[in-house]
């Protein structure tokens, strides 16, 4: 192993105390089996596999600190019922490290029990971390801020589960993510009253997560940032067709960042009322409502900042939520569509309308729409196979007044990328009945080249 590329990797929340957390021992597995490394953190590209192994399942390995492995403490509101009984239930932040002077976390998912798993085994199914692997690496590819999967380790252990054919396969995640604190972390220690720690919390982020120097490090400008950045997560959700599935306060983290993905779904065709989530009979966080639910969440942690500030303050930090997602909404719509916007915020509010209210009328998917009318007019393919295929329709017409950006390239070669459930349910037969990986890494690749053509050509 070359030493030079690992990134310095320190104790985890060294900036907090031990009311945050509990020093955990993860589980002993019976077998240890590499199914994903991230080749994109250079950072550990140099590690052979045993060494791997030692890192992201033994968590045995030398280069890590002293104290490691921390179990947060969080509360939340699981569909819009608090819960006091949870926290990290089967996962901790092993280390973290800087890089480009931020700090990351590494947190695993499905590495053993700790004093939150409310008799849970604190595992996670192969499956899984199959679906969180593909998930993140998708987001991030249509430019998602979000979490990302390192490490995918299978662990050699029959699992019960009522969601899966059972017994299934087990596994252990890494993800890199930056900060794993959640609106819930917050929650915990308001329900303790426990002012002091609140106080410690909202500096600490503020100075490691948010980027707020000593003068500007206040609660105020702490509760702002975060509500800008909840905004900027909601409008993402919306553009790139995403359901959460399981919007609950623990799952908010205080910079915006997606994560922790269990029954997500992406959209197919336009639909404001898929359903991620089959346990969410009442549809409380389908597509259309992530928005309003991401917003409940934050008029949870306002009601938290009422020990630091008056109410008007607050208030008027929460009144900007929908402007500050309106306007992320529109710039990500016209980088999706590789169109530049005008100056004048009417008009592009009035075609992104347009072009919703239209999008339901089409057999076509969510993505193949993007992807057809990306550039406009100045799309090579504008005035033949696309106005022969959406002939007799209105969407070509809003068109007219569209302008491409500036280095906009058609590219012939390049396809839509999508991620649905189907998809996704192939990659894991095959992996299921013959252990067979190819479907997988086939799909790992092509996001990833995705990525690569989206990065180079800028388009959003």
């Known amino acids: 192993m070359n030493k030079s590329t690992l990134p310095e990797l320190i104790s985890p929340y060294f900036f907090l105390n031990e009311k945050f957390y509990d020093e955990v021992k993860p589980a002993n597995f019976p077998n240890t089996i590499i199914r994903y490394r991230n080749i994109n953190f250079k950072e550990f590209s140099n590690i052979d596999d045993q060494e791997w192994i030692n890192f992201f399942a033994l968590f045995e390995h030398k280069e890590l600190p002293l104290k490691k492995n921390l179990a947060m403490k969080y509360h939340g509101h699981q569909f819009r019922v608090y819960n006091p009984n949870i926290g990290d239930g089967r996962g901790f932040t092993i280390a973290q490290f800087y890089k480009n002077k931020k700090l990351y976390d590494l947190g695993t998912k499905g590495s053993g029990v700790t004093p939150y798993s409310r008799g849970g085994d604190g595992r996670l199914t192969l499956k899984g971390g199959v679906r969180e692997v593909l998930c993140s690496n998708y987001l991030d590819a249509q430019g998602v801020s979000t979490s990302q999967s390192l490490s995918l380790i299978e662990t050699g252990e029959n699992l019960i589960r009522s969601d899966e054919p059972s017994p299934t396969r087990s596994s252990i995640l890494v993800r890199v993510s930056h900060s794993h604190i959640r609106i819930g972390t917050f929650q915990y220690h308001a329900y303790h009253q426990d002012h002091d720690s609140l106080e410690l919390l909202i500096k600490s982020v503020g100075k490691h997560y948010l980027f707020l120097d000593e003068k500007n490090n206040s609660p105020l400008n702490f509760f702002k940032s975060v509500v800008k950045k909840c905004a900027k997560l909601a409008a993402s959700y919306h553009i790139c067709g995403f359901v959460h599935g399981v919007l609950n306060t623990d799952n908010i983290n205080i910079n915006g960042e997606s994560f922790d993905y269990g029954p997500y779904r992406f959209l197919e065709k336009y639909d404001p009322h898929k359903i991620a989530a089959y346990f969410d009979h009442s549809g409380l966080y389908k597509f259309s409502n992530q928005t309003d639910a991401i ?15 008056e109410d008007n303050p607050i208030v008027n930090e929460l009144k900007k939520y929908v402007n500050y997602y309106n306007e992320e909404v529109i710039k990500l719509f016209y980088e999706k569509l590789s169109l530049q916007p005008s100056d004048d915020y009417e008009s592009n509010q009035l075609f992104l309308n347009n072009f919703y209210q239209i999008l339901s009328q089409y057999p076509y998917m969510y ?14 393919r504008f005035k033949t196979e696309i106005k022969e295929k959406y002939k007799n329709h209105d969407l070509e017409k809003i068109f007219s007044n569209q302008e491409a950006i500036s280095n906009f390239n058609s590219l012939e070669f390049y396809k839509p990328e999508t991620l649905l459930y189907e998809e996704i349910e192939k990659i894991w037969y095959q992996i299921e009945k013959n252990d067979d990986w190819s479907l997988f890494n086939k799909k790992i690749n092509s996001i990833n080249e995705y990525k690569r053509i989206v990065s180079k050509n800028g388009l959003g």
């Open 295 to 309: 917003f409940w969440n934050l008029q949870q942690l306002a009601s938290i900042m009422t020990i630091f500030l």
């Open 367 to 380: 993505e193949e729409i993007f992807f057809d009318f990306r550039g406009g007019r100045q799309n090579q």
